[in-house]
């Protein structure tokens, strides 16, 4: 018996999250959902879908799927994953962001495990190529021991989130200690509805003694991550050069071949794939709640760190986004 599926959401994320359920043969794509028509109806035609909703919730109660995905801006995630969950869904495939706040994204997760309900955010970048060599690279010994990673992107919230994952995936999810961070709001914009700051800093120890950079804003970059060992150097998303190279003690900077580290599948398709082997086999998916968790907490850590001037030891013990709640106060 196939797992039927809806797609709440048919942007350019929805799409890419159809086309991993199409490269699948244990789901079918019963329907989606859409304030906006034309989309929904635009998605369906593409894939095959037979029916389309304008009311994700009429969707959830007619269709009954077992798999859903959410395709939609932040605010929006954490009444969708309730609604979902309440219907009886068996797995939810979200994107990132979580949540605008801290308390949202931990009572999502909460939610989901209480109901026994797998739920997975779209992380995709642990499928890309790129990021898997360079961890393999870090962890054989290539560049010694790793002691520190980088990452360089535009914001802390809508991007960070991505980097922030990659550092504990590069860690193999090793618990962070704490959190340092600072902010600028001197221009504010939103992303997917969610405000974001200007620049940033955020600088995390882990329990396993390694430590991360996250710089934000736009200034100065060379790479999207960098991983940094005792006798080595790993650099992602070089600007204007390779997707990954390596340097290592007395030689010039590798390209690593690339062909063959992941399937010939694009990171959101092997991200969907994931989701449903892990739903029929009981293990934990690659993009568990749990996981992106994690990373969520980093986010918020650094904007309280940013308010409270202070080093922030976790778990985080607060409940709001500090960001949003300073913008409101005209504290930043």
């Known amino acids: 018996m196939k797992f039927k599926v809806g797609i709440i959401g048919c942007g350019g994320r929805g799409n890419a999250h159809a086309k991993g359920y199409a490269a699948s043969e244990d789901v079918e794509m019963v329907a989606c959902a859409d304030p906006v028509e034309e989309k929904a109806r635009a998605l369906a035609e593409k894939f095959g879908i037979p029916r ?21 801006w932040t605010p929006l995630h954490a009444q969708m994953v309730f609604d979902s969950v309440d219907a009886g869904v068996k797995a939810i495939h979200c994107e990132k962001p979580m949540a605008p706040t801290w308390g949202e994204s931990k009572a999502i997760y909460r939610k989901c495990e209480e109901k026994g309900v797998v739920i997975t955010f779209c992380h995709q970048r642990r499928f890309a190529p790129q990021f898997v060599k360079a961890k393999q690279l870090a962890r054989d010994g290539t560049i010694g021991e790793l ?15 991505h980097w922030f994952d990659m550092f504990f995936f590069y860690n193999d999810d090793q618990p962070a200690e704490w959190v340092m961070g600072q902010i600028d709001c001197s221009q504010v914009r939103e992303v997917f509805g969610v405000p974001v700051e200007r ?10 003694g390694l430590t991360g950079l996250l710089v934000t804003g736009g200034d100065g970059w060379s790479c999207a991550n960098r991983l940094i060992g005792t006798k080595g150097i790993i650099e992602v998303g070089v600007k204007d050069g390779p997707p990954l190279r390596v340097l290592r003690e007395g030689r010039s900077w590798e390209v690593p071949d690339l062909k063959g580290v992941v399937p010939p599948y694009d990171p959101t398709t092997l991200s969907v794939l994931d989701l449903i082997d892990a739903l029929k086999t009981g293990r934990e998916p690659e993009l568990s709640g749990r996981k992106a968790l994690q990373a969520t907490e980093l986010i918020f850590a650094t904007y309280e760190s940013s308010r409270r001037r202070a080093r922030i030891y976790l778990p985080l013990e607060i409940e709001d986004s500090p960001l949003l709640t300073m913008l409101e106060k005209g504290m930043v």
Request: with cysteine; glycine share 6%; net charge neutral.
């Open 147 to 161: 002691y520190r990673v980088e990452g360089y992107c535009p914001n802390l919230f809508d991007w960070g989130t």
């Open 52 to 72: 389309v909703y304008k009311d994700y919730r009429e969707m959830l109660e007619k269709e009954k799927p077992d798999i859903v995905s959410i395709c939609t």
């Open 199 to 208: 620049y940033g800093l955020s600088y995390i120890k882990w329990k396993n």
